[in-house]
C-alpha cells in the first residue's frame, strides 16, 4: 500500500484519530488531487484495503472510504 501511494504522488501522509474514532487524514501529493485518487483507484492493494476498511467508516452513501475525500481549501498556513 505505501508503494502504490508512493507510485501515485502521496507524500507528507498523516492520520489522526480523536478518542471517540472520528478520522481525519492528510497527505501532499506532487500530482493533483483528483490524479492522486484516480491514480490509487486503480490499484489492487487499494480496493483490498478499502473492503478491509470499510466497516470502520461511517459513508452516507454506502461507496468506499476513499469515495468521500474532498479537498479542502487551505485558509492558513504558517512556516
Not at 38 to 60: A, H, R, V
Amino acid at each position: 500500500m505505501k508503494s502504490a501511494l508512493t507510485k501515485h504522488g502521496w507524500k507528507n501522509y498523516s492520520l489522526f484519530m480523536r478518542s471517540d474514532g472520528l478520522m481525519f487524514g492528510y497527505f501532499e501529493s506532487t500530482k493533483s488531487f483528483s490524479a492522486s485518487l484516480k491514480g490509487m483507484s486503480n490499484e489492487e492493494i487499494n480496493k483490498e484495503w478499502q473492503d478491509l476498511m470499510s466497516p470502520y467508516f461511517e459513508i452516507p452513501d454506502g461507496s468506499a472510504p476513499d469515495k468521500s475525500m474532498i479537498e479542502l481549501e487551505e485558509v492558513f498556513h504558517l512556516d
